[in-house]
């Protein structure tokens, strides 16, 4: 298996780690991955049925829908309401129980609102990677572009707040969310 090189006296990973990355993970899951494939090609009925030469004459061979079924329905119990966001408050007094509460209506807004934009269903694709694959990856992404024409108040120095604040809430309604969902394929 190739040596993965360390970053520099712990500094962030550079062009030699990354690149020792990218040869040494094929290799340390390749068996992973393989066996991983191998079960989609079997979940998909891609996989040929395996009959002895000896009654390959009299055994047609015949793939059945159980395992995509299978999967299907309890990806579908799973993912029939949406997912249960908790918050513990860092301690017991009420402001933080209400910054807790806060915290757990954004993040579900956030998700719906991510979820709608990428005009697929995220969840539902990291849940069948859980139940099918055994492992899934939720990645959010940050994504400046989608704000960058954010109003600025030093465009206009002498606009009253309740026209800067006019403005600035027209392009929230009108912009995408400055973070997105996308559906990750996690095997390497």
Do not use: H
Not at 29 to 56: D, K
Not at 175 to 187: E, H, I, K, N, R
């Amino acid at each position: 298996m190739p040596e993965r090189v360390r970053p520099s006296a712990g500094g962030p990973p550079d062009a030699a780690y990354v690149a020792s990355l990218e040869q040494a993970l094929p290799a340390e899951f390749g068996a992973r991955n393989a066996l991983i494939e191998r079960l989609r090609r079997l979940r998909y009925m891609e996989e040929p049925v395996a009959i002895p030469e000896a009654y390959r004459a009299i055994a047609p061979e015949v793939r059945t829908p159980l395992a995509p079924e299978q999967v299907k329905r309890v990806v579908g119990s799973l993912t029939a309401n949406e997912p249960l966001i908790t918050v513990p408050p860092p301690d017991a007094s009420e402001a933080a129980r209400r910054a807790a509460g806060r915290r757990e209506q954004w993040t579900k807004a956030a998700l719906r609102r991510m979820e709608d934009e990428a005009a697929r269903d995220v969840f539902g694709m990291f849940v069948d990677a859980l139940v099918s694959d055994g492992a899934g990856v939720m990645k959010l992404v940050y994504v400046p572009d989608r704000w960058a024409a954010y109003p600025r108040r030093d465009q206009r120095p002498d606009e009253p707040d309740e026209a800067f604040n006019s403005r600035a809430t027209l392009f929230k309604k009108a912009a995408t969310f400055p973070l997105a969902w996308p559906g990750v394929t996690w095997t390497c």
